[in-house]
């Protein structure tokens, strides 16, 4: 069974930075999408960023607009992990950071339990 376990989420003011790791349980962790998602209060979750496989000998990273420049995604195929450096933090960015994991082929079927991040303006 796969799990996943975020971690380093905290209470930083604006201008810091964190950065939030997620544990995978996944035999073949290294050919998984991976990526974060967040959710704030009274809103949806939305894509943050992603790393996936292309297949040959590198990861396509993917960042949603908002984060572009601030936030950097990477991965530990050694330790099943995958980080979220989050730096220049705003109120805005605060918001329930969840890992998803997606198999080869398939769209985000396994997701973290969530870590809070509030950042203080």
């Known amino acids: 069974q796969v799990q996943l376990v975020e971690s380093g989420g905290g209470l930083v003011q604006a201008g810091g930075s964190l950065r939030l790791s997620c544990a995978a349980s996944i035999r073949t962790f290294r050919s998984y999408a991976m990526g974060w998602f967040r959710q704030a209060p009274g809103k949806e979750r939305e894509f943050v960023a992603d790393s996936k496989w292309s297949g040959v000998l590198i990861y396509y990273t993917n960042y949603a607009d908002s984060v572009k420049g601030r936030f950097t995604i990477s991965r530990d195929n050694a330790k099943n992990t995958v980080y979220l450096q989050m730096n220049s933090l705003k109120a805005e960015d605060t918001a329930v950071y969840y890992c998803?994991?997606?198999?080869?082929?398939?769209?985000?079927?396994?997701w973290g339990q969530g870590t809070q991040v509030t950042v203080s303006s």
């Open positions: 998803a994991a997606g198999p080869p082929g398939s769209d985000y079927v396994y």
